[in-house]
């Protein structure tokens, strides 16, 4: 399916997160609960309960069942698209990435402003 412009970019916003967390858990730099190293499924478990909000805005609206999930075959379009298109745009940005989240970290909100200064300290390092 070949989506507009807008939409196609709405997807890979709302898959962004999702995209960083599979990186840097094919790089083996995540950690369980307690340190401990995660097998594909508790990560795909973790990553698609930290992707509630982003799996509506993708989809569009909120399809958890009674119990709570999303339908298997949503959460595996949404991670398709999140390793298959948005993850291969990000990777080469993580630098810059990891930057901004560590601020973001310590700050909890950043301006557009303060984005461009990590990004110009990056650029002239």
């Known amino acids: 399916v ?3 412009g807008e939409e196609h970019q709405g997807r890979c916003i709302a898959a962004g997160g999702y995209a960083v967390e599979f990186i840097l ?3 083996g730099r995540t950690v369980g ?3 401990g190293s995660l097998t594909d499924k508790r990560f795909i478990d973790i990553s698609m309960a930290n992707s509630w909000d982003d799996k509506k805005s993708f989809f ?3 399809y958890a069942g009674e119990e709570k999930s999303w ?5 595996r379009e949404f991670m398709t698209f999140g390793y298959q298109v948005v993850a291969p745009m990000l990777t080469p940005k993580m630098l810059a990435i990891e930057a901004i ?5 310590l700050m909890s909100k ?12 990056l ?3």
């Open 33 to 35: 609960p307690g340190g």
């Open 25 to 27: 858990y094919r790089s």
């Open 123 to 125: 650029t002239s390092s």
């Open 60 to 62: 569009g609206t909120d």
């Open 71 to 75: 339908p298997a075959e949503m959460d």
């Open 2 to 4: 070949i989506r507009s």
């Open 110 to 121: 950043l301006s557009g402003d303060q984005v461009r200064e990590i990004l110009a300290q």
């Open 101 to 105: 989240a560590r601020r973001l970290d």
